[in-house]
Antibody
Framework: QLQLQESGPGLVKPSETLSLTCTVSDGSISSSTYYWGWIRQPPGNGLEWIVSVYYSGTTYYNPSLKSRVTISVDTSKNQLSLKLNSVTAADTAVYYC????????????WGQGTLVTVSS | EIVLTQSPATLSLSPGERATLSCRASQSVNSDLAWYQQKPGQAPRLLIYGVSNRATGIPARFSGSGSGTDFTLTISSLEPEDFAIYYCQQRSYWRTFGQGTKVEIK
């Protein structure tokens, strides 16, 4: 089954860009079977969806974050990347990479999550 | 934005009891409603999608029901490993999550 692993800096300064990578194993990121996304969770709070992307490249963004988010897929490395620019303390959260079956359009597979703190 | 309101915020029950969790949407989400379980320090786990379809490997004691704006997750008989936070999520219009219901041991 799919395995996902997030990686990236745990500390980002305010106004800078948060960059995270998700490495996918035991499944092809370019397969029409799957569907990918990023979700975040501020400490002690609930879940917030950031972005979803299909194998075709069709991408859906949370409207409240769309202007700051860039997502990319590197099929040669089987990786999904997230960039969030102009970060503030409100962007401090555990960031999860997730995947699922395109037929279900839900996230059945999750990475362990990575905590990103925005602080000077 | 579709707002999902979950109730109760906390449910205190004993193992073996039945748990009934509610999720109400601010407008119809059709059948695009899922439920996730999250334990401390872990990623969420998909339980139910499309209102009532159990995800792969999910025990039969978990069931989902509802339509339109009102949905329910039922755990027929709580096992010790079921004490966790449960989130509903809709993908009918963008994707939003409820604020969660904590199922705790009484």
């Amino acid at each position: 089954q799919l395995q996902l692993q997030e990686s990236g800096p745990g500390l980002v300064k305010p106004s800078e860009t948060l960059s995270l990578t998700c490495t996918v194993s035991d499944g092809s990121i370019s397969s029409s079977t799957y569907y990918w996304g990023w979700i975040r969770q501020p400490p002690g709070n609930g879940l917030e969806w950031i972005v979803s992307v299909y194998y075709s490249g069709t991408t859906y963004y949370n409207p409240s974050l769309k202007s700051r988010v860039t997502i990319s897929v590197d099929t040669s490395k089987n990786q999904l990347s997230l960039k969030l620019n102009s970060v503030t303390a409100a962007d401090t959260a555990v960031y999860y990479c997730a995947g699922g079956y395109s037929s279900e359009k839900e996230f059945g597979y999750w990475g362990q999550g990575t905590l990103v703190t925005v602080s000077s | 934005e579709i707002v999902l309101t979950q109730s109760p915020a906390t449910l205190s029950l004993s193992p073996g009891e039945r748990a009934t969790l509610s999720c109400r949407a601010s407008q119809s989400v059709n059948s695009d409603l899922a439920w996730y379980q999250q334990k401390p320090g872990q990623a969420p786990r998909l339980l139910i999608y499309g209102v009532s379809n159990r995800a792969t490997g999910i025990p039969a004691r978990f069931s989902g029901s509802g339509s339109g704006t009102d949905f329910t997750l039922t755990i027929s008989s709580l096992e010790p490993e079921d004490f966790a936070i449960y989130y509903c999520q809709q993908r009918s219009y963008w994707r939003t999550f409820g604020q969660g219901t904590k199922v705790e041991i009484k």
